[in-house]
């Protein structure tokens, strides 16, 4: 297994771990802010609740994340701010299963998303006993889930987009059924 190059780990973790948490906060709080400014408290369950909102975010974020960072990581590999490499491994093995449209491997994500990280958020709003927030708290919660989650999808995403290289051929170490070629 070949290991990841010191500029490439550096480039994902400022750009796509931490970049990602950052941008992701202070845009969540904005829309968290903008969406419930005029209530008195964001309610657990209903249309507009903490519930329907952090559901939305578990899908959207991902896909609005897999629609940019598929096009910014792409930009840098043909201007040769970054190298284009193939992932060995458990990442590899990952990443060619995702399907080679933006959007799709977007919704894709989100759906993993929605898999892993809705069922605990919800369990412990629910175990938590609380019938809503007040929406500074709510704003604050938002954020911290936004961030939390991009930080861990779009190094994911990046990594994808770096694997298949700058153009529409893949650059692949790794074939359809984990074996290296």
């Known amino acids: 297994m070949r290991a990841v190059p010191p500029e490439l780990r550096h480039y994902l973790l400022v750009e796509h771990v931490a970049g990602s948490a950052v941008f992701n906060f202070l845009i969540n709080a904005l829309i968290a802010w903008l969406s419930f400014r005029h209530e008195p408290a964001v309610p657990l369950w209903g249309q507009q609740s903490i519930i329907g909102d952090l559901l939305g975010t578990t899908i959207i974020l991902p896909t609005l994340t897999c629609l940019i960072v598929t096009r910014i990581v792409r930009m840098h590999l043909r201007r040769g701010r970054i190298q284009s490499t193939g992932f060995t491994g458990a990442a590899g093995n990952v990443l060619i299963r995702l399907p080679e449209g933006a959007f799709l491997r977007g919704l894709t994500v989100g759906a993993a998303t929605m898999a892993v990280f ?64």
Do not use: C, H, N
Not at 139 to 149: I, N, S
Not at 156 to 178: F, K, N, T
């Open 118 to 181: 809705a069922p605990p958020m919800i369990l412990a709003l629910v175990a938590s006993g609380i019938g809503g927030l007040d929406v500074a708290t709510f704003v604050w919660f938002k954020a911290g889930y936004a961030a939390l989650m991009g930080a861990m999808v779009q190094p994911v995403i990046a990594m994808w987009a770096i694997m298949y290289g700058a153009g529409p051929e893949p650059v692949l170490e790794v074939s359809r059924d984990g074996v290296a070629g």
